[in-house]
């Protein structure tokens, strides 16, 4: 099921239903660092990033197909 909100479009210039299509992905440093801070802390550096994780999110709207970035 995907995730969908009301959110407004820059282009449409109006407020529309918009599909969440995930969040920017992560370069290959961040992946191993990633990985080796959830070895050295054993998995607690996962629940910490998952957390604090500020990548930006697209979502997609349904009227004009426009994706557009959200920082929050």
């Known amino acids: 099921m995907a995730r969908t909100q009301i959110r407004y479009c820059r282009k449409c210039m109006n407020y529309t239903e918009q599909i969440y ?3 920017a992905a992560k370069s290959l440093f961040e992946k191993e660092f990633d990985r080796a801070a959830a ?3 054993l998995g607690a550096y996962l629940l910490v990033a998952k957390v604090s994780d500020d990548r930006p999110k697209f979502w997609k709207c349904s009227r004009c197909g426009n994706i ?4 929050l």
């Open 21 to 23: 299509k995930g969040k």
């Open 39 to 41: 070895l050295a802390t």
């Open 68 to 71: 557009c970035e959200s920082h």
